[in-house]
């Protein structure tokens, strides 16, 4: 099954580094307060797999929920999350998203993330930071919703007046976030024709979690992780793809990373344990997945599933 996506878009210069922002207020604390973990929300990719919802993760930390991406079903899995135990991840208390790129499987839960906390009596605005552009999409979305914000504000529903708003940072590489919790490192990643994309590393008190978004294999994932704890990065099956018409595997190559390539990658990286996530296996299994990356990683790897939590 290939992905029926195709991104064709300008390409522009890497924008200035920014210094890093000042410490923000530590994002409201649940009552969960054990070690970092990190949640796959949504382990999918744009093929509408009812077991995979879009890519969408959590690092959760000291009670608080850290959002990496909004694909669909981001609300419905975090409220799933929070029905296993994951306080954190309770829908009113979803406040802060940062996005990899702005390609639709990435961001289509955006709009669910922006509203439904909000009816679910969240005050708090949702914060989001991503590339150049997402101020613009969350501008589009907001309004789309206008007439929905006015009945529900001035109608009879008892709604707050406050957590329907977004606030919106587009970033450049460097710390783009830091409170008690966590510091959150954006760093660029190549991801085919898009002028920006972006990986994240969070580093908390415990642990290194890095999250690769979608890239083609790349140094600057090596480097970020250096031994990290938890590596989550995107994958397809390189005997999948050799078996794609020549237009996809140009595509595919281009935008993404093959199991033998995320093998040699790790090798270098060293992560402590490496997620699989947004797999495309094709008519691979993921035994063959994990094989070919075994071609030149031994260490520890996870093929991850939707609410897996690491
Ligand atoms: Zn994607
Ligand atoms: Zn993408």
């Not at 959150?184 to 972006?198: C, E």
Request: hydrophobic share 40%.
């Amino acid at each position: 099954m290939a992905v029926a996506l195709v991104a064709l878009f300008p390409t522009s210069a890497a924008p200035p580094i920014r210094p890093a922002p000042p410490l923000s207020p530590a994002m409201p604390s649940g009552r969960d307060s054990s070690g970092t973990r990190l949640v796959l929300l949504g382990s999918g990719t744009p093929n509408a797999d009812p077991d995979r919802s879009g890519p969408a993760l959590a690092v959760v930390v000291n009670g608080a929920a850290y959002l990496v991406d909004a694909g669909p079903g981001v609300v419905r899995r975090a409220a799933a999350a929070e029905r296993r135990g994951i306080a954190a991840l309770a829908v009113k208390n979803l406040r802060i998203v940062f996005v990899t790129h702005l390609h639709s499987d990435h961001t289509l839960g955006l709009p669910d993330l922006i509203f439904t906390p909000w009816v679910l009596e969240r005050e708090a605005p949702l914060e989001v930071y991503g590339p150049p552009g997402v101020e613009a999409m969350t501008h589009h979305l907001t309004a789309a919703y206008e007439q929905d914000v006015r009945i529900r504000l001035e109608g009879l529903e008892p709604a707050n007046a406050t957590g329907h708003r977004v606030r919106a940072h587009e970033i450049a590489p460097g710390v783009v976030y830091r409170d008690s919790n966590v510091t959150v490192t954006a760093f660029a990643v190549p991801h085919g024709s898009w002028p920006q994309a972006f990986g994240y590393r969070f580093d908390t008190r415990d642990r290194r979690i890095v999250i690769s978004g979608d890239t083609r294999t790349t140094e600057a994932v090596v480097q970020q992780c250096a031994g990290c704890d938890v590596l989550v990065h995107e994958v397809y099956a390189q005997a999948g793809w050799e078996q794609l018409p020549s237009e996809w595997q140009r595509y595919h190559a281009s935008f993404h990373t093959s199991a033998v390539d995320l093998g040699r990658l790790a090798a270098r990286a060293q992560p402590k344990l490496l997620v699989l996530y947004h797999q495309l296996p094709w008519r691979s299994t993921r035994q063959q997945i994990v094989k070919e990356i075994r071609e030149h990683f031994d260490g520890p790897v996870a093929y991850g599933n939707d609410l897996d939590v690491y």
